[in-house]
């Protein structure tokens, strides 16, 4: 069976400068995804025009989104780190793509796989968890639902339990090893009873002590 190659990363795009060209229909998927994981990415968008759907998106949050009304020229990646060509021009996304790579800036480039450098798969997020997705661009309307279905199944305490967990491992004494060992048993216990358990309370998860609880899930 054919695998996946594609190594997963998890970028801090408020760090990084994005540029995207397009902002039509296939602009606006792709800002509206990257904004609703990532609401504080540097964004500079270019186009001649710019549609109504994006106009509301950015009236609805303070986004570092900038967009500058002009056709796209070479010069508009410089000194950009991520580049997603998003028109419905095909040529004109090769451009991009050509002159993204002569300066070793990692491209997407939409609809078309074979270009890219990197793709925005599908993302759940619950607090500080996030799950990616992705198809190795075989399926964008596969992990679409395969999301759908981990956002119905994820609990939305998630951020939650992650906090809880963090307090754990934070009072835990040990080297690595034993950390490791004594958190892996924790969360066996979480999949298979619904909650960290301990010695004096049946579910952790819903004692308003848990955080300060000297005996939580040790």
């Known amino acids: 069976m054919e695998q996946n190659p594609l190594y997963p990363i998890f970028l801090k795009l408020h760090t990084l400068n994005m540029l995207i060209v397009g902002a039509g229909q296939v602009g606006y998927e792709k800002m509206f995804f990257i904004l609703k994981s990532s609401p504080e990415a540097n964004i500079t968008v270019v186009a001649p025009w710019v549609s109504p759907e994006i106009e509301e998106l950015l009236a609805k949050g303070n986004y570092k989104v900038t967009i500058i ?35 070793k800036v990692l491209v997407n480039v939409a609809d078309t796989p074979a270009l890219c450098d990197f793709y925005l798969g599908s993302i759940v997020t619950r607090g500080n968890l996030k799950v990616a997705i992705s198809s190795n661009g075989k399926s964008p309307t596969f992990t679409k639902r395969f999301r759908q279905v981990l956002e119905e199944v994820l609990p939305t305490d998630t951020g939650a339990i992650l906090e809880n967990l963090k307090v754990i491992r934070d009072r835990l004494k040990g080297d690595f090893e034993y950390k490791v060992k004594k958190l892996n048993v924790i969360t066996a216990n979480m999949v298979e009873q619904g909650g960290v358990k301990c010695a004096d309370c049946p579910d952790c998860s819903d004692c308003p002590d848990y955080a300060t609880c000297n005996k939580a899930g040790l």
């Open 69 to 103: 009304k002009k056709e796209f020229e070479a010069s508009d990646l410089d000194g950009m780190d991520l580049a997603v060509a998003a028109t419905d021009i095909k040529e004109l996304n090769r451009e991009v793509q050509r002159e993204a790579k002569a300066r």
